[in-house]
């Protein structure tokens, strides 16, 4: 047994490592960007309220770590955190490593319901609520198509939501294309580009309130996503039925990724790569998988948020650097499995 | 226990698998079930367990059951002692982690299969025979009191095969199982069966103790060749074997080479493939 084949990393060193990198972007995206704050005043600005400090920083640095820099990045934790976990969870339950809230359709489903809300309804709660019930639809639009048997049941999930994709892609194209430029084009556009750059504390609550408690569900059924990754009739001659349980998880899947749209757009390539990263280095075990999945998509989201308003005077949408990052990771990660399978 | 009364099954109409099979497995017994393939085996077992609803007949079991399905799944990445404690699945509900107890389980059920040195490793870089065996130790940990096996020797090595049939006859003699194990090996039946089971074509079967069913006349119907069927002592160890009369050497030839005819009603296939 090869010690880089051996999943069991010393456990203690590795949480600590996730969680100390976890802390290190943050404080490090808070001092980062074009308005650079001394990495000591952004911990004293951020230790204020709790210990009695006296004030060293000027207000306008308070500003922008308080009020526009903190609620951004915690929006992107939550986010990446999200977005890895569900990748981590579907992965999983579909015995799967190429699935995600993205391959599998449930992203653009989301963005498909709303861009539907935000032309019929207009902002606000209508776009929560189209995005969610767009994930849910494009899902079970997937489920439909795949039917799970067969020897090419992993390509036929992907290709489905493939088509899926395209399917809700056209949509939201033909919606923009009818949109009134005068009034709900604009606005529709900088949401579909997908953004943390008009993060506010209410929408960072809005996200909390939906990514915390699923998550915390998913977190919980992470020994029963081990036992449903040996697919349903072995789960049931081990004496579960897994129906329910699956139904639970792909709610929450659902609602974790709509929060995310809702807030900040679509925003690809974090479901897929950082929970194969994670596998590659922890074993399969999801008692294990799931929260590291959390902690890294986290650190890497804010990360690459933190380059996105960074790199340049405007700013790049952050999709467009988790695709860039995220796509020869995903090129990688297909070949290992290609070359693995070929020496099967 | 394992009992089927009457028990019958179809996937296209008119075609029957099996009919009217009537058999019962004792606490501590031990049924071998031949049969050539797309005879029904795999589908009696899935009857068995519960993940198929047989068209026909009852079947009545003393308790959980415990199924060992052929280690082809060679793509999980668990370590084989988490493999054993999905056993453990049945007594943790939606939200629960594997306890203590269960561990402590799930390693003296990887112990009594022999193979508590590869606990650490990884399923997918097991042999073939030590994935059958953590298997049967994973369905061990589920506290069952009956036990399906699907052909648990047909991928093993001489020396594996013994390991296990050993193992399946301890089992059922020192913790009182009630065994069914599917084979293809007839030796396998008068090895370790108390009873067996043949499943001819046409729905048709013979079933009943080993040395009565399994004949030289019922086994050349079952695989289409003549057998010839004798008793060996060797070293103080004995038994009965079966040869195949395939016309090898210097024997006559059963008669002209014909290929077997289709069996009626083939299972689809398993769900499991990737």
Redesign the interface.
Known sequence: ?SAA?S??VRPVLFWTALSALLLATLLASLAAGRYAVPLQHVATILAAPVLDVAPRWTPTEELVVRTIRLPRLLMAGLAGAGLALCGAVLQGIF?NPLVGPQTIGISSGAALGGVTAILLLGFGLPVAIGVFLGAIAALLAVLAIHD????S??LTLVLAGVVVSAFCGALVGFATYIADPETKLPGLVFWLMGSFAAATWPKLQLLALCTLPAGGVLL?????I??L????????????HPAR?RL?LLGAVCLIVAAQVAVSGAIGWVGLVIPNLC?LVL???H?RLLPASALLGASFLMLADTFARSLTAAEIPVGIVTAIVGTPVFAGLLRRAASARGR? | MIAAEAAGHWYRPGQWLFRDLSFRVRPGGILAVLGPNGRGKTTLLRGICGTLRLREGRLRLGGPVGYVPQAQQADIGYLAIDMVLLGRSRFLGRFDAPRATDLARAEACLDEVGLTAIAGQRYDRLSGGQRQLVLLARALATDCTAMVLDEPASALDLANQGIMLRLLQRLALERGLAILFTTHDPDHALGIADQTLLMLDAGAHVVGPTGEAVTEDSLARLYAVPVHRMAWRKDGEHGETVVPLHGLRGGRAAGPVRPRAAPPGRAPPASRHR
């Open positions: 047994m084949a999943p069991r015995r799970g048997k067969g020897p049941a992993v919980a059924m992470r020994w029963r081990n036992l990754s040996l697919g349903d009739e072995e789960a049931r001659t081990l004496g579960v349980d639970i596998r074993g399969a075990d008692r099967a």
